[in-house]
């Protein structure tokens, strides 16, 4: 059944005028009716009863129809400055000649054909006639797409429309969230909003009459205004601070339409509200970045666009007009925020070059308001698998984008805030700068202060999803990531970046016309819920499928378990490639399969949007089980970014390419496989142990013997505060360190096999103590010693009975010969590992598989 329509509140400078129609909808949908078939069909979405159209009262009761006689009614007399018509007409088929052609064509909106004329009769038996044309002052009830009326506007006003994961039960399609906003003129029946200036303002309005030319009119409703100018002709966009009441918090809750309920406008329309971020502007300069602001608890910043006579409604309070505003005056609750309306260009270069550089950038105004370029979103999206935009947004609160060297902006008059950062070698900038009426230019320069890339090393991502190879080399070169492995998958029925993956192609690469500094490969990461996931780097032919295997909520309904990481490892070494398990340890099953069989080239450290977290410890505890077990599989990071909540690169891998050997996506791979890494989420290290870094394995003598153990640190990000020196798993030796650089050494005796790996240690002023950085390990051999723990060989080896009970239980079958072949594989792992064990002495229970060896459990 068709109900009232209210978008919003109504504006005092208009009311309702009563419209003594000559006919019901009833009687419009029976069969003396003078609409279409197709009209009357629709006639149930139209209108009635108490009706509030972008800002204007309607009463919509019994409708005046004209179509092939006159049609009139009388009014009680009133003056007004205009008069507001809701009205619609029928549609109009195209007429096609012999030829299969309309000629000449006025479109399907018929533009400019005559309707009807309204005649307006006054008290003094003077009238004003004014004739409606169409997809001018009306159209049709439905209208085809791109047929929009000029001087008209459909009953709904636009509106901001939320994205997916924000809705409450709205039944729009994810596509069209994207957009944020919502232009409701295509919908089943639209009436059409004109407001007539009346040339006579002054005498009172007695009637009118509709003088139709053929076509069926329908005239649901009349609003009388009195405002200057068109009242759906609104301004450009601004910004307000709104202070709530005491006691009062900002609630994004949504009204039945969609609007926001604490704060609406008549006239106008609010586009966004988010509780106000404070920044600590007076000591902006010496603020580090990425340094999240303070949330207002009694202001909300407010973006609207409205009519120059429009009210704020808020509930509680006395309508609050934003003409006051808009005069820099404010309006009691409401405090204006400078417009953004001067064109400035930010350009970003580097030292001694002047060569314009991507960087990461955020820009905010006095009120703590974000200034986007103009081609980036002024409201990033952080859902997941909702946008890939080249944006960033820091717990929700702190804004970023990433641009390619220069962008074009809408700035305030007066202070900006602008934060420039490039990677953990580059010494972000937080600056502020005075925007006058003639500055339409800025430039920021930045220094390389830290030498870890001419060294040899280099930066890496291993772990990115959903953004276009493109977006992900300007991410990638903005965040000074050196290598981004963008890595399509299956997600249920849902395929992602497969169609970027060919298989050879490194995006960036001097081959590919790139300047071979920053690249990009598509990669796979293929995954089971329970078994585990595994990264299939850089790897050349055909993509490895299937991507996903054994069901939700990785992989399809009903999808059997067909294949094993260590599987899908082996295939990616076979076609070239490198394995890493991503976002170690978890899912914590079947990885240890891969990492005991030497199918795994790393492990990977994983920040997800937590760029303030530090490396997990968790994350490190299970690695170092297979460390203390002699398995010398290095560490790298990942982000696996999903989201503009996660920067590419928040904890990365450095590389080292050996000397003499171009940087290549080929000779990044066979550094990892070296081993000669680490991860960090700021601070830089170089580390050797008696002259060899990470990834070698040394011996020393029969009884052992002292190693001597060397590092350098330096950080322009994060600063430091300890370093750590980690020997099977232990802090051996620990030294406070300064914050931004650091030299030492250790000598350390070693009576057995051991491996030796550096922790550094780092905090913000504001922040807890975290792991902010690691290297892999030396693996160090004394003869006669072997390296294994007993404890930690245990719990790997029920780790791999779990994924046997897994596979013979829970796991949907694939064909026979499958599953022989799957356990055979685990099986195999689990006797290597167990009889490794006993040959070392080391015993323990017997196991559930050794107790039952391959039982089905009546499967």
């Given at each position: 059944m068709?109900?009232?329509?209210?978008?919003?509140?109504?504006?005092?400078?208009?009311?309702?005028?009563?419209?003594?129609?000559?006919?019901?909808?009833?009687?419009?949908?029976?069969p003396?009716?003078?609409?279409?078939?197709?009209?009357?069909?629709?006639?149930?979405?139209?209108?009635r009863?108490?009706?509030?159209?972008?800002?204007?009262?309607?009463?919509?009761?019994?409708?005046l129809?004209?179509?092939?006689?006159?049609a009139?009614?009388?009014?009680?007399?009133?003056?007004?400055?205009?008069?507001?018509?809701?009205?619609?007409?029928?549609?109009?088929?195209l007429e096609?000649?012999?030829?299969?052609?309309?000629?000449?064509?006025?479109?399907?909106?018929?533009?400019?054909?005559?309707?009807?004329?309204?005649v307006?009769?006054?008290?003094?038996?003077?009238?004003?006639?004014?004739?409606?044309?169409?997809?001018?002052?009306?159209?049709m009830?439905?209208r085809?797409?791109?047929?929009?009326?000029?001087?008209?506007?459909?009953?709904?006003?636009?509106?901001?429309?939320?994205?997916?994961?924000?809705?409450?039960?709205?039944?729009?399609?994810w596509?069209?969230?994207?957009?944020?906003?919502?232009v409701?003129?295509?919908?089943?029946?639209?009436?059409?909003?004109?407001s007539?200036?009346?040339?006579?303002?002054?005498?009172?309005?007695?009637?009118?009459?509709?003088?139709?030319?053929?076509?069926?009119?329908?005239?649901?409703?009349?609003?009388?205004?009195?405002?200057?100018?068109?009242?759906?002709?609104?301004?450009?966009?601004?910004?307000?601070?709104?202070?709530?009441?005491?006691?009062?918090?900002?609630?994004?809750?949504?009204?039945?339409?969609?609007?926001?309920?604490?704060?609406?406008?008549?006239?106008?329309?609010?586009?966004?509200?988010?509780?106000?971020?404070?920044?600590?502007d007076?000591?902006?300069?010496?603020?580090y970045?990425?340094?999240?602001?303070?949330?207002?608890?009694?202001?909300?910043?407010?973006?609207?666009?409205?009519?120059?006579?429009?009210?704020?409604?808020?509930?509680g309070?006395?309508?609050?007009?934003?003409?006051?505003?808009?005069?820099?005056?404010?309006?009691?609750?409401?405090?204006?925020?400078?417009?953004?309306?001067?064109?400035?260009?930010?350009?970003?270069?580097?030292?001694?070059?002047?060569r314009?550089?991507?960087?990461?950038?955020?820009?905010?105004?006095?009120?703590?308001?974000?200034?986007?370029?103009?081609?980036?979103?002024?409201?990033?999206?952080?859902?997941?698998?909702?946008?890939?935009?080249?944006?960033?947004?820091?717990?929700?609160?702190?804004?970023?984008?990433?641009?390619?060297?220069?962008?074009?902006?809408?700035?305030?008059?007066?202070?900006?805030?602008?934060?420039?950062?490039?990677g953990?070698?580059?010494?972000?900038v937080?600056?502020?700068?005075?925007?006058?009426?003639?500055?339409?230019?800025?430039?920021?320069?930045l220094?390389?202060?830290?030498?870890?890339?001419?060294?040899?090393?280099?930066?890496?991502?291993?772990?990115?999803?959903?953004?276009?190879?493109?977006?992900?080399?300007?991410?990638?070169?903005?965040?000074?990531?050196?290598?981004?492995?963008?890595?399509?998958?299956?997600?249920?029925?849902?395929?992602?970046?497969?169609?970027?993956?060919?298989?050879?192609?490194?995006?960036g690469?001097?081959?590919?016309?790139?300047?071979?500094?920053?690249?990009?490969?598509?990669?796979?990461?293929?995954?089971?819920?329970?078994?585990?996931?595994?990264?299939?780097?850089?790897y050349?032919?055909?993509?490895?499928?299937?991507?996903?295997?054994?069901?939700?909520?990785?992989?399809?309904?009903?999808?059997?378990?067909?294949?094993?990481?260590?599987?899908?490892?082996?295939?990616?070494?076979?076609?070239?490639?490198?394995?890493?398990?991503?976002?170690?340890?978890?899912?914590?099953?079947?990885?240890?399969?891969t990492?005991?069989?030497?199918d795994?080239?790393?492990?990977?450290?994983?920040?997800?949007?937590?760029?303030?977290?530090?490396?997990?410890?968790?994350?490190?505890?299970?690695?170092?089980?297979?460390?203390?077990?002699?398995?010398?599989?290095?560490?790298?990071?990942?982000?696996?970014?999903?989201?503009?909540?996660?920067?590419?690169?928040?904890?990365?891998?450095?590389?080292?390419?050996?000397?003499?050997?171009?940087?290549?996506?080929?000779?990044?791979?066979?550094?990892?496989?070296?081993?000669?890494?680490?991860?960090?989420?700021?601070?830089?290290?170089?580390?050797?142990?008696?002259?060899?870094?990470?990834?070698?394995?040394?011996?020393?003598?029969?009884?052992?013997?002292?190693?001597?153990?060397?590092?350098?640190?330096?950080?322009?990000?994060?600063?430091?505060?300890?370093?750590?020196?980690?020997?099977?798993?232990?802090?051996?030796?620990?030294?406070?360190?300064?914050?931004?650089?650091?030299?030492?050494y250790?000598?350390?005796?070693?009576?057995?096999?051991?491996?030796?790996?550096?922790?550094?240690?780092?905090?913000?002023?504001?922040?807890?103590?975290?792991?902010?950085?690691?290297?892999?390990?030396?693996?160090?051999?004394?003869?006669?010693?072997?390296?294994?723990?007993?404890?930690?060989?245990?719990?790997?080896?029920?780790?791999?009975?779990?994924?046997?009970?897994?596979?013979?239980?829970?796991?949907?079958?694939?064909?026979?010969?499958?599953?022989?072949?799957?356990?055979?594989?685990?099986?195999a792992?689990?006797?290597?590992?167990?009889?490794?064990?006993?040959?070392?002495?080391?015993?323990?229970?017997?196991?559930?598989?050794?107790?039952?060896?391959?039982?089905?459990?009546?499967?």
């Amino acid at each position: 059944m068709p109900v009232s329509t209210i978008d919003g509140p109504r504006s005092p400078l208009f009311r309702a005028v009563s419209l003594a129609g000559n006919t019901t909808f009833s009687a419009l949908a029976g069969p003396r009716s003078p609409l279409g078939e197709d009209m009357k069909d629709q006639l149930k979405h139209a209108p009635r009863g108490e009706c509030v159209a972008w800002g204007m009262p309607f009463t919509v009761g019994r409708p005046l129809v004209a179509k092939d006689a006159p049609a009139e009614t009388d009014f009680t007399p009133f003056r007004a400055r205009s008069l507001v018509f809701m009205h619609t007409t029928d549609r109009k088929p195209l007429e096609w000649n012999r030829d299969g052609v309309h000629s000449p064509t006025r479109g399907t909106g018929c533009l400019g054909e005559a309707v009807a004329d309204y005649v307006i009769r006054y008290t003094d038996g003077t009238e004003a006639r004014h004739t409606l044309l169409r997809r001018h002052e009306i159209g049709m009830y439905w209208r085809h797409w791109g047929e929009n009326c000029f001087q008209a506007v459909a009953h709904q006003k636009q509106r901001t429309l939320t994205p997916l994961t924000e809705q409450h039960e709205q039944p729009f399609p994810w596509g069209q969230t994207q957009t944020r906003t919502l232009v409701p003129d295509m919908m089943p029946w639209v009436n059409w909003i004109w407001s007539w200036r009346n040339p006579f303002p002054g005498k009172e309005i007695a009637g009118l009459r509709i003088e139709p030319r053929g076509e069926a009119l329908v005239l649901s409703g009349l609003s009388a205004g009195r405002t200057e100018s068109c009242p759906y002709r609104w301004e450009g966009r601004r910004k307000a601070v709104l202070r709530l009441p005491k006691g009062e918090t900002f609630e994004p809750a949504l009204d039945e339409m969609g609007l926001l309920k604490q704060v609406q406008l008549d006239l106008g329309q609010v586009i966004s509200a988010r509780p106000r971020t404070c920044y600590p502007d007076d000591t902006w300069a010496k603020t580090y970045n990425n340094q999240l602001p303070l949330v207002s608890e009694n202001e909300v910043l407010v973006e609207y666009t409205a009519h120059p006579e429009a009210r704020f409604h808020c509930p509680g309070r006395k309508p609050l007009p934003v003409a006051a505003l808009e005069q820099a005056k404010g309006a009691g609750a409401l405090t204006p925020v400078a417009p953004a309306t001067q064109t400035v260009k930010i350009r970003v270069v580097e030292k001694g070059s002047r060569r314009p550089v991507a960087v990461k950038l955020h820009v905010h105004g006095a009120a703590g308001e974000y200034l986007a370029p103009n081609h980036r979103h002024r409201i990033p999206n952080t859902a997941w698998f909702e946008d890939y935009s080249a944006d960033f947004v820091h717990e929700g609160l702190h804004d970023c984008t990433y641009i390619d060297g220069e962008a074009v902006f809408k700035l305030p008059l007066g202070r900006v805030y602008i934060e420039v950062s490039k990677g953990y070698e580059i010494k972000p900038v937080r600056k502020v700068v005075e925007i006058t009426p003639g500055r339409r230019s800025i430039t920021l320069t930045l220094s390389r202060v830290l030498p870890w890339r001419a060294r040899g090393w280099v930066t890496a991502d291993t772990h990115v999803h959903f953004l276009s190879p493109q977006t992900a080399l300007l991410e990638g070169r903005a965040e000074g990531v050196n290598v981004v492995n963008l890595l399509a998958s299956q997600w249920g029925e849902l395929m992602t970046n497969v169609g970027d993956f060919d298989g050879k192609t490194t995006f960036g690469s001097r081959e590919a016309g790139g300047d071979g500094e920053h690249l990009v490969r598509v990669g796979t990461e293929n995954r089971q819920h329970v078994l585990g996931h595994i990264s299939l780097l850089g790897y050349g032919g055909a993509m490895i499928t299937p991507m996903t295997t054994g069901g939700p909520d990785e992989s399809a309904i009903g999808d059997p378990v067909e294949v094993l990481l260590t599987e899908w490892a082996r295939q990616c070494h076979r076609q070239g490639g490198l394995v890493v398990i991503p976002h170690f340890p978890n899912p914590r099953c079947e990885n240890a399969v891969t990492l005991i069989e030497g199918d795994a080239d790393a492990v990977e450290m994983t920040s997800w949007g937590n760029i303030h977290g530090g490396i997990d410890p968790y994350s490190l505890s299970d690695w170092y089980r297979y460390l203390n077990c002699g398995y010398a599989v290095p560490a790298v990071a990942g982000t696996d970014k999903m989201s503009a909540d996660t920067p590419v690169g928040a904890i990365r891998t450095y590389a080292r390419i050996t000397d003499g050997d171009p940087f290549t996506y080929e000779n990044w791979m066979a550094a990892v496989r070296r081993g000669e890494t680490f991860v960090t989420y700021g601070p830089l290290l170089e580390f050797t142990v008696d002259g060899h870094p990470a990834g070698n394995t040394i011996a020393v003598g029969h009884h052992g013997g002292t190693v001597t153990v060397n590092y350098r640190l330096a950080s322009c990000t994060v600063p430091m505060t300890r370093v750590d020196l980690v020997v099977n798993g232990e802090i051996a030796e620990s030294r406070t360190v300064k914050p931004w650089a650091a030299e030492g050494y250790w000598t350390c005796a070693l009576e057995k096999s051991a491996w030796m790996a550096l922790l550094v240690r780092g905090r913000y002023p504001d922040k807890p103590e975290i792991i902010a950085a690691h290297s892999s390990p030396v693996m160090v051999h004394v003869e006669g010693s072997v390296l294994s723990s007993a404890t930690d060989a245990l719990t790997i080896l029920e780790q791999i009975e779990g994924a046997m009970a897994y596979l013979e239980t829970l796991g949907t079958r694939a064909d026979d010969a499958a599953r022989k072949r799957m356990r055979l594989v685990l099986t195999a792992a689990h006797r290597r590992l167990h009889n490794q064990m006993h040959q070392r002495g080391q015993y323990h229970r017997h196991t559930p598989a050794e107790n039952h060896g391959e039982h089905d459990n009546g499967a």
